[in-house]
């Protein structure tokens, strides 16, 4: 079992940043690929950003390409998403997930085994 939990969400006006972070606890951490996800009001939940278990491979959705970038810290257990250039349209709870994924697939929700509660990204235009 792995638990999962995100931070750093908040209120931003647009062009502004945001780091979000997802801790996790339980299994090995550095065995898992790790993914962003978002569900904004009234849409279903879509891919954002992912990363694959040895940290070499990164993968994006393309609206944000070049804004958001993904990166792990598997001493600390602990996967983040660096925010730039926020766009209005980014407004949307995001949520971290950790899957066993080799290969193809990680911007698959159904590849992803465990997810966390979400938090909140609201950027105001």
């Known amino acids: 079992q792995v638990q999962l939990v995100e931070s750093g969400g908040g209120l931003v006006q647009a062009g502004g940043s945001l780091r979000l972070s997802c801790a996790a606890s339980?299994?090995?951490?550095?065995?898992?690929?790790m993914g962003w996800f978002r569900q904004a009001p009234g849409k279903e939940r879509e891919f954002v950003a992912a990363i694959s278990w040895t940290g070499g491979n990164t993968y994006y959705a393309d609206s944000v390409k070049g804004r958001f970038t993904i990166s792990r810290d598997n001493a600390k257990n602990t996967v983040y998403l660096q925010m730039i250039s926020l766009k209005p349209e980014d407004t949307a709870v995001y949520y971290c997930a950790a899957g066993t994924i080799y290969g193809s697939g990680h911007g698959i929700q159904d590849k992803y085994d465990y997810w966390g509660q979400g938090t909140q990204v609201t950027v105001s235009s």
């Open positions: 339980g299994r090995t951490f550095s065995s898992f690929a």
